[in-house]
């Protein structure tokens, strides 16, 4: 593994331990050529995954971008980085043994309405607000009312 710090080619691990829920290894390593210390996270990836977005275009599935568009909305929201990564690696779980390889953006952003519904509703209405793109309150409103029917089913 590359050091992050001075490009070195290679590290030693110094420590590995399970990580979320025994889904990733979290590995601590050591540049031999600077001494820098950094943290690696190795996963099971079954497949790489297609992107279809709005547009027609096609990228490579981000892990990263998804844990931003969760971490986004859930900003000063009393739920921890755990929470988040559990999160996302059920999206990520779902995404892999659900589709051929290819999924689309709008899929992507279900699957996120259902994680930030699940919790934090004020970060579910956040994320509502720019996924379904409000243009006025009475869309806020109206969002409020289905949520408030969908809680007294």
Do not use: W
């Amino acid at each position: 593994m590359r050091c992050p710090f001075c490009g070195h080619e290679d590290s030693q691990v110094k420590d590995s331990r399970p990580a979320d829920d025994g889904s990733a290894i979290r590995r601590r390593r050591e540049c031999p050529s600077c001494g820098g210390r950094f943290t690696t996270f190795e996963r099971v990836q079954l497949r790489d995954l297609l992107v279809l977005k709005n547009n027609g275009s096609k990228e490579l599935f981000d892990r990263e971008k998804l844990i931003r568009s969760l971490r986004t909305p859930l900003r000063k929201r009393p739920v921890t980085g755990e929470q988040i990564e559990r999160a996302v690696n059920g999206i990520v779980r779902q995404l892999e043994t659900s589709v051929d390889g290819e999924v689309t953006s709008k899929r992507i952003g279900e699957l996120v309405m259902q994680a930030l519904a699940n919790l934090d509703q004020v970060a579910y209405v956040r994320y509502a607000s720019v996924y379904r793109d409000f243009k006025e309150v009475t869309d806020f409103r109206d969002f409020l009312g289905s949520m408030k029917k969908e809680a007294s089913k």
